[in-house]
């Protein structure tokens, strides 16, 4: 098949989808499968993102759907892959850090399931390299669903004959925990998400964004560096991804830990390496502050941490990998001020910026202006939520430290 005859067919087998799904409205339309056409959504990165061996079918879009809010694949019935991830909140939860079964709080922010098929790997540290990693280890995280294996949230739903029978309609086969996370995965590639004030902008529609926003675009690549991380690289300009798909160290979450003695906690614990160990020590455990460096075991990749993607970050609140940040200006205050002056293992980047509080608040306004036309009543009442909490709490803002020059590093300890 031909690229072009590849992009038309997942972009009619997304409108056939979405036209199933108008036909049988439910609840919560924002759970429904996206369209392909979308401003700002590149038909050949869409094309790209669809494994070639795992294509798209309705069938597997619908059984994943189903298995998406499906509380039987936890332990005790009562958490699914929406209760973190709910559409309602841009496929977040509004939590810090999530929740799994007993009550049991993890130590990462419930990063968006919209646009995780463009991701190079998944979650905060990156150790699950696809959809289907992703889709299968929280089901047997302790802290999470906490099944014992796959093959037991493959039981618990094998009871359902209608679980049974849509299986074997979208593999062709009696189901399988392959088929299970196949399924979830096939789901979440429909979830694309672009179609912003933004994007309609960057089309050539000058007036779809205000010149607050416009002003907060040109720093956005200028003064206030956030195409340091946020663009493929520093002199080309990203209206797609917003990210560099890479790790740092942003200075969060790090100084109240003893990193050393996580280090070596981290070289017995985890010597075998497995995914599932990993996975467990992230989630479960204050190991998860060493971020990346769970995965590669590299020092320099200590407590660093994927850069997000940006679409409808105003509406995926709060922020960082630890949701230790309740406001966009927050997140502006800790950038602007360069913080984590003793994190050894900072980011060359990060430094003063000396933003004034006007361009502070054009840098929200573009961010703002990121937010999927779904989402645009929550995005305004989120925004007004926001701009009201920052009038009266700005924990992060330090105005001398960011009009000041920038700190020496620190050397790191010894291990």
């Given at each position: ?74 332990a005790d019935g009562s958490v699914s892959c929406a209760t ?332």
């Amino acid at each position: 098949m031909s690229r072009a005859a590849g992009i038309a067919s997942i972009a009619a087998l997304l409108a056939a989808s979405v036209f199933a799904a108008s036909r049988n409205p439910e609840p919560d339309a924002l759970a429904q499968p996206r369209p392909a056409k979308q401003v700002g959504l590149p038909p050949p990165a869409l094309h790209a993102a669809i494994p070639a061996d795992e294509p798209l079918t309705p069938e597997k879009i619908a059984l994943g759907k189903k298995l998406f809010f499906e509380p039987l694949l936890s332990a005790d019935g009562s958490v699914s892959c929406a209760t973190c991830h709910n559409p309602a909140l841009a496929f977040t939860d509004g939590r810090p850090v999530s929740i799994g079964i007993h009550g049991r709080a993890g130590q990462r922010n419930s990063p968006t399931v919209l646009n995780a098929l463009f991701n190079k790997a998944q979650f905060w540290d990156g150790r699950a390299a696809t959809l289907e990693e992703q889709a299968a280890l929280p089901i047997t995280n302790p802290s999470e669903m906490g099944q014992p294996t796959l093959d037991a949230a493959v039981e618990a739903i094998a009871a359902i004959r209608h679980y049974r029978h849509e299986f074997v309609s979208a593999f062709g086969r009696e189901m399988n925990d392959a088929d299970l996370v196949r399924a979830i995965a096939a789901y979440e590639r429909t979830l694309v998400s672009f179609d912003s004030p933004f994007d309609r902008f960057a089309a050539g529609d000058a007036r779809a964004i205000d010149d607050a926003a416009k002003r907060g675009w040109e720093l956005f690549n200028t003064k206030a560096r956030c195409n340091k991380c946020h663009a493929p690289s520093e002199s080309q300009r990203d209206s797609t991804y917003f990210t560099d798909f890479d790790y740092h160290n942003i200075g969060i979450g790090i100084l109240a830990h003893d990193v050393a003695g996580a280090w070596r906690t981290a070289e017995r614990e985890l010597a075998a390496g497995t995914l599932e160990s990993v996975d467990r020590a992230a989630i479960g455990s204050e190991l998860s502050v060493l971020g990346r460096f769970l995965v590669t075991r590299k020092e320099a990749d200590t407590a660093a941490f994927k850069t997000p993607g940006l679409r409808n970050v105003l509406v995926t609140a709060p922020y960082f990998h630890d949701g230790s940040q309740a406001t966009l200006w927050d997140v502006i205050d800790h950038y602007n001020k360069g913080d984590g002056l003793k994190d050894a293992w900072l980011d060359e980047d990060m430094q003063p910026l000396a933003l004034t509080e006007s361009e502070i608040d054009d840098l929200v306004a573009f961010l703002a202006s990121l937010t999927s036309a779904q989402y645009r009543a929550l995005g305004e009442r989120e925004l007004a939520r926001q701009r009201a909490l920052a009038q009266t709490s700005r924990p992060q803002r330090d105005t001398a430290r960011a009009f000041g020059p920038k700190p020496p590093r620190f050397k790191p300890p010894a291990p």
